[in-house]
């Protein structure tokens, strides 16, 4: 996967400022405003907002449209993100399989990738991560988009902090420390831990329903999980793993999880890619 990396022609970007992060999330949001409206929402004034403007459309982040609404004067001129002109990688391990899927910046899926694992384990991971990366990350519709990074979802839980893994019962061979040990080894690129609860909250906040500014959302995976937005803001509490739910289901005992999905999916005869991803 370094090799992979370093491959690409368009280098990632640099990481945003909490204010760049803020009018990025508006312009995204609303589609297209205009900059007066986005000093207004921001509370900042006009010459702060056309700075940071001039800075992220150097990143190639915005483009500016004049529009005309038919009156007199000058058109209006309308911020929009350049959606299309970025990507990322999603992946995720569940029973014996690995999924990988390159997507654009609005969630639109660009490439799919699959590989069944004979074993689900830290060294199996971490080669299916970089087979997925060779053929996602090197592919014609990555080499015309500047890369963002990979998205990794695992099967293990989320430690105190968000500093740490640990083996869910089901995937023992998945020990927090060697998952973690294995993917700061993959390459010379930073590592970041996410509850799954939280990243599945911040997808919906983002691309679900783009009027909401707070939710709380349930999940079924290898058990339950949640996460919450707050006002634009993920919320993690003081140890950095809130809005778990807790044990509804007897640890030993029968509960629903992405395994029984997929399983119940092949019984009825459904297609598994299509009902995972979506229609090709």
């Known amino acids: 996967m370094k090799e992979s990396m370093t491959k690409i022609a368009n280098q990632p970007i640099r ?22 409206t986005l000093s207004k929402e921001v509370d900042m004034t006009g010459a702060s907002v056309t700075r940071l403007i001039a800075g992220l459309m150097e990143l190639d982040l915005f483009s500016e449209e004049a529009i005309k609404d038919g009156g007199r004067g000058q058109p209006k001129k309308m ?43 830290p060294t199996s991971v971490v080669s299916s991560l970089r087979l997925a990366a060779d053929n996602l990350v ?11 990074g ?7 839980n989320f430690g105190t902090y968000g500093s740490s893994l640990q083996a869910h019962e089901t995937f023992r061979k998945l020990d927090g420390a060697a998952v973690q040990d294995a993917l700061y080894e993959v390459g010379n690129f930073p590592v ?17 329903n783009q009027k909401q500014h707070s939710l709380f959302m349930l999940h079924i995976g290898y058990g339950l999980g949640g996460g919450a937005v707050l006002n634009g803001r993920p919320f993690r509490g003081h140890n950095g793993n809130a809005c778990l739910p807790g044990s509804l289901f007897p640890y030993g005992g029968e509960r ?6 997929v399983e119940w999916i092949n019984e009825k005869g459904i297609n598994e890619e299509e009902a995972l991803f979506g229609p090709n």
């Open 138 to 148: 090197n592919s014609r519709e990555a080499k015309k988009r500047v890369f963002l």
């Open 256 to 261: 629903p999880t992405l395994q029984d999905l």
């Open 79 to 121: 911020l929009s993100l350049n959606r299309d002109r970025f990507c990322s990688v999603g992946a995720f391990v569940y029973a014996n399989r690995f999924r990988a899927v390159l997507v654009n910046f609005d969630g639109k899926i660009l490439r799919k990738w699959s590989q069944d694992v004979d074993e689900i384990s």
């Open 15 to 36: 990481e945003l400022s909490l204010n760049e992060r803020r009018l990025t999330e508006l312009v995204f949001r609303n589609k297209k405003l205009a900059r007066v």
């Open 192 to 208: 970041y831990l996410e509850n799954d609860g939280t990243a599945a909250a911040l997808g919906e906040y983002l691309f679900g």
């Open 150 to 156: 990979i998205g990794l979802g695992v099967p293990v």
